[in-house]
């Protein structure tokens, strides 16, 4: 059997775990490199999840037993070892990244924490005691502001983690969680949560468009409250406001000061 073949063998319990010990380190290792990742984009923009890779690290929690890890002037205990140095990554201590994730060159990891099937691009900056969830994907050049929370998402396979695209800026303290795909060079305002099921309100034009799950290309997004009846009376629930979208006319780094600016946008 291939080793994508065994891992799924052993999860659905048609071979027993033990027997599928290499195939899953092999698949960890694969993850490790960059060289499979957990969730990749097709050419029309739509992602699709390599369940089989989260199958693996779920194994791989059933397999690895617990021990004291030595790294650096650091002593864990823990299953899963963490990575050292990465060639041209930019580490600040105490930044953590667990083995089996992938961060690229040119990256820059503050305080941070970035967990094992997640995938961080060339040029993101990962701020500040903001962590990076199992499998998220987070992209290129994208700002990850201080204490923003990034959800993991293993179970079930074939759910899709959180995905961050290219030149996103995501807002300091914001939460983005459940699958959430932020589309590239959208803005995340301070404090904006977004579950699968947070209503994502366009409020540019006279009638609002909901979006759920999604946050389309250069939306400007703020944290925003609507009206909702129970018994006891009228409370506001959560909800996300698309307040405007920064300009295709100039680069990501203007139209981010541009949109900020205009809109007033907390970061």
Known sequence: MTTRETIEAAFRGDLPVEEAAGAVAEAIALLDTGEARL?????????TV????????????????MAVIEHGPFTYHDKIPLKGVMDGVRVVPPATVRQGAFVEAGAILM??????????????????????????????????????????VLEPPGARPVIIGDGAFIGSRAIVVEGVHVEPEAVLGAGVVLTASTAILDVTTPEATEYR????????????????????????????LIIGRRTESTDRK???????????VAV
């Open 111 to 152: 305080p941070s924490y970035v967990n094992i099937g997640a995938r961080v691009g060339a040029g993101t900056m990962v701020d500040t005691w903001a962590t990076v969830g199992s499998g998220a994907q987070i992209g290129r050049d994208v700002h990850l502001s201080g204490g923003v929370g990034i959800g993991g």
């Open 213 to 240: 799950g999604r946050v389309p290309t250069r939306a400007v997004v703020i944290p925003g409250t609507r009206p909702k009846e129970y018994p006891a009376g009228t409370y506001g629930i959560p909800c996300a």
């Open 50 to 65: 390599n369940g089989w890779l989260q199958e693996a690290i779920l194994l791989h929690f059933r397999l690895a037993r």
């Open 39 to 47: 969730a990749e984009p097709g050419p029309d923009g739509e992602w």
């Open 254 to 264: 203007t139209s981010l000061n541009q949109a900020l600016r205009e809109l007033d």
